[in-house]
Structure formats: structure tokens, C-alpha cells
DNA sequence: TTTATTTTTTAATGATTGTTCAATAATATG
DNA sequence: CATATTATTGAACAATCATTAAAAAATAAA
């Protein structure tokens, strides 16, 4: 009945997602982005509209993507999943360009003063990562992974997300891995 | 010899603070900055230079107002050092506005990636932070009071360090403050 | 008071921002 | 093939961006 689409939507979302994952939604303009993901302007606008439902869907991309829970809930043993998070992290951090960071803590910082929607996003996805943190840690306490001292599986699932947070943070700048290797290490001695 | 300026310069740099804490670098604009610090934007170009030196400035102003790590240096106990520092942290949260979240922090996410100057004086600000944990680990370990299978003291400064970033990152969007006690409670809990 | 120097004021600068207009091109269905 | 519908193209839009030009105002020293 008409012209069909010459681009493909999704492989056009993950190049925008790149570019404001590198670049923050305000220090991204429209016109370099256009040049990045290679369709025109008003392509751009007809399938996502504005800049800013384009960010937001490449925000939803980027969690779609991305491992950490995935890896929690497909690890039996519960101490280990948390282990291989924090390993796959390092194991990232040491590979790519740090200085990227997570694109949901980006976002975090930036918008979530200034958009509340955005804001209830990443607060949804900060509770859906806390909760397969404690799902796992379930699964530690059942298996005997869990140190007596530490009741609270809540408090630790929250405590561990806000490590990984962190880490992201600490990351942009530091450029001596042992540091980051410093922090993993601490804050899973609490399974010691 | 000349017309004296009419302003106070920190208290104009202050203000200054204030907005880009909120807004960031590329969220701000020079003329509802100039609105806001209430001189005229010829003032403001003569005395700080241009928008980048203005929010270096504005970022070493607020470095310079930081508490943590004269709380750090200034309490006898290291343990109790630590732990005031993150009350202190926490008592801010419950107070003030949560979202505004820590200006280096802030500045690190948005800018250090794409300003090497920048990143420099975030990462040294890391590492000041970081030393002023050490030495109150070391007056701690001194008094007793660090578990024995504690050995790597700047490992454990790197990872406060670390939880404290991660805390103000978090705080931006969590609207429940048992989060952030939660995470304070088990990052401290190293000590018990 | 005159002069030299600097600040303040007002208005404007060219560049870049996100977004869209108007025209052309390509497809599916009738 | 003709038509309806949507995609692409290239240029343009008003608004806002950081910054500054030019003139008036205020002070200290001569």
C-alpha cells in the first residue's frame, strides 16, 4: 500500500542508543546524531518523533540488552551469580571504554531531577535489579552461602546494587583497574 | 583608579554553583544563569571568562565547601570518622533535595569523558578522598578497630569511597530513605 | 577637575538548536 | 496501469545558544 521503510528500526535505535550513551541527551544534537545513524532527519522523526521519545526509546533498548539480571536469575547457585556480575563487570570495564559508564546511571544523574517520567523509569528498573539481587541472595541463604550475621536479605540486595552503581561511577575516571578490582573484592567479602 | 565592581565575586560564584549543581554544564544556559546569579552577562564574562572557566570555577568553589574529608581528618576515632561521615551523608539526603545528588559525581558522569582537564581534577579529587579514608582506616586499625581479616586498607578506602559515590547516585531517584539507610547499614557493616 | 581605568548596561552578534515544509520516490492494492 | 499511502530527500524554519560591541557610569590618582 506504500513505500516500505530502506532502514532497519531496531539496528537504528542501537546506533542512537551509542550516541547518547556516549554523549548525555543534552550534549547530543539532532543533527550529529542524524549523521551517526545514517538515515535523514525527517526519517528519524516520522518513526521514534522527537528527541526526546528517541532517547527514551534507546534507554528502554539499552535495559533490554543489558545482562546483570539475567545473569542472577540464570545461575543457580545464588553467591556465584552475584560473583560472576561483579566478574562480568570488571571483566567489561577492563575490555571497552570505560569512560561510557551505564547508560541507566547517566540518565539517572542528568534527567531524573528534570523528568519525572524518566525518573520513574530508572526507579522501576533500580527495583527490578534489587529484586533479583535478593533472589538470589534467597537462593544463597537456602544453599548456606549467606554469613549468619547478615539477616536482612532486603538491605544487602540494595547494598549490592548500589556497589555496582558506584562501580560505573568510579569507573569513568579511574584508570588503574586494580581499583576497581579493590572495590569488587570488598564488597563481596561480606560472603567470607 | 578604576570603577570599583559592584558584586561579591564568591557569592555570585556560589549562586553560580547552585545552578550548574541543578542543571549540569550542557542543561545550563548562560542566560538563565546570568538571571539567576543577578548580574549582567558582560559582569559575568569579565570576571570568570567564559562558560566552561565559570563552571570549573563552580566546581572547585564546591570542592572547597565539602565536608567529608575534614570530618575524615578531624574525628580522633577512625571508625567513628567513617561512620559520621555517612550519617552525615544521610542527614543531608533526608533534608535537602535528593536529586541534586553530589556536583563532582554529577560533573563526573556528564563531563569527564569529553573534558581530559576536567577528568583530572575529578580523579584527583578521588584520590584525595580516598587517602583522607585511608589514613582514618589507619588510625582505626590502630585503635582496634578494623576486623583482622581486614588486611588491604586502601582497598577498603577505595571501596567507602566507592559506596559513597554510589549513594548519591542512588539517592536521585529512591524516594524511601530505608533504602538509603539500608545500603549505609550493610556498607558499614564491615566494621562489626 | 581632569584623566585613566574598569564596571555596568543595553543590544546585538553569528552559530547552532530541534523540528518541519514541500517535493520526489517507491511500494501495495484496486 | 492508476491511485492511495508512506518513505526519503534537501532545504529551510524560528528559537535559543554562548559571547561580545559600544556606550555610559563610577571610581582613584594626577
Known sequence: MARPREFDTTEVLSKAMDYFWKYGYEGASMQELVKHVGIKAQSLYNTYGGKRDLFFAALKHYVNQSTAVHTLEHTSSGKEAIARVFRDLLADLARSDRTRGCFINNTCVELAPHDSEIADFIEKERIRLERA????????????????????????????????????????????????????????????
Open 133 to 192: 539481587y535478593y533472589l538470589a541472595l534467597a537462593r544463597a541463604k537456602e544453599q548456606g552461602e549467606i554469613n549468619e550475621r547478615y539477616q536482612d536479605l532486603m538491605a544487602l540486595a540494595r547494598y549490592l546494587n548500589n556497589a555496582q552503581g558506584g562501580l560505573m561511577v568510579t569507573a569513568k575516571t579511574v584508570t588503574d583497574m586494580t581499583v576497581l578490582e579493590d572495590i569488587v573484592g570488598v564488597t563481596l567479602s561480606i560472603f567470607d
